[in-house]
């Protein structure tokens, strides 16, 4: 029997490069997104992850915005590399892995199944759902958003509904919407991927990949989960005509030094004290598998 795990990807820069919500501003020639969002994660008026969907309900530029402008944001956003593939390797199977995929976003659906139409069955995204007037076709409300807790309550459903135990729960995420989550997966003893270099990310994050191929992921899920090493996940690649050319593992120490309180430096230390070690800044790079 095929043990049986649950793999739950973010949209927006972790299967992506682009934000939704700055492809849809631009699209519509709307400025200042950034500077709304920053506002709106001052005032902790919404969740994180949330703020489009709060602009699009509320703000007066965004509430223009139809299902047809979402649609159309989708199509055009670029997406990382053999993200079908992925999905194909993982129904497939791997030893004794069973796995099932699904795409957890705080963006719109409308965009989230447009971007990955023919790679991800809509069966297989939980993303925030709008409702939208029958004749102006103007968005009237929301039924649901997956971003913060919203993603924590997604995750435990499917868990539940697959009958997935939690240790065999893997998370990918790159934002601040994805904290509550990857630190929910972290407890239930899963696996929780970072896509990021974000510092509140790594931090949480048991692994950290960086790369432009959606593929990518596959290595720490076939090392943690199936004890794989270095020379099989390459041979797997390989077979599928990938080359790994580069796989650097790199460990940063992020460090904050400050004058002492009282003022005083090395030249003020007692005779015969021992001087402070120097202190080791940025990346400390061990053997490349």
Do not use: C
Not at 66 to 76: F, N, P, S, T
Not at 98 to 120: C, I
Not at 149 to 163: F, I, M, P
Not at 244 to 266: H, K, M
């Amino acid at each position: 029997m095929r043990r049986r795990y649950l793999l739950v990807s973010d949209f927006d820069q972790t299967l992506s490069f682009d934000d939704t919500g700055h492809v849809l501003s631009e699209r519509l020639g709307i400025a200042g997104f950034a500077e709304r969002v920053a506002g709106l994660s001052r005032l902790n008026l919404v969740q994180e992850g949330a703020e489009l969907t709060y602009l699009l309900r509320h703000d007066p530029e965004f509430r223009r915005v139809r299902r047809a402008d979402l649609a159309e944001v989708g199509r055009g956003i670029r997406l990382k590399r053999n993200i079908a593939l992925l999905v194909e390797l993982l129904r497939a199977g791997l030893d004794d892995m069973a796995f099932e995929f699904y795409v957890v976003s705080a963006a719109p659906e409308e965009v989230v199944h447009a971007a990955l139409r023919g790679l991800v069955t809509p069966e297989h995204v939980v993303a925030t759902q709008l409702d939208w007037h029958p004749v102006t076709g103007e968005m009237q409300g929301v039924r649901r958003v997956a971003a913060g807790y919203g993603k924590v309550a997604a995750v435990d459903a499917l868990r539940a509904q697959l009958g997935v135990p939690s240790e065999r729960v893997a998370y990918v995420g790159d934002g601040t919407s994805d904290l509550h989550v990857m630190l929910h997966v972290s407890r239930g003893d899963g696996l929780a991927i970072a896509a990021s270099e974000a510092r509140h990310i790594t931090q949480i994050a048991r692994r950290t990949v960086m790369s432009d191929d959606a593929l990518s992921v596959l290595i720490p899920v076939l090392e943690e989960f199936g004890g794989w090493a270095p020379p099989r996940i390459r041979a797997l690649f390989e077979r599928h005509g990938l080359l790994i050319q580069e796989w650097d593992r790199v460990r940063t120490d992020w460090l904050t030094i400050a004058p002492r309180a009282d003022g005083a430096d090395a030249a003020d230390a007692p005779e015969g004290a021992a001087a402070p070690a120097p202190a080791a800044i940025g990346p400390a790079v061990e053997p490349a598998a």
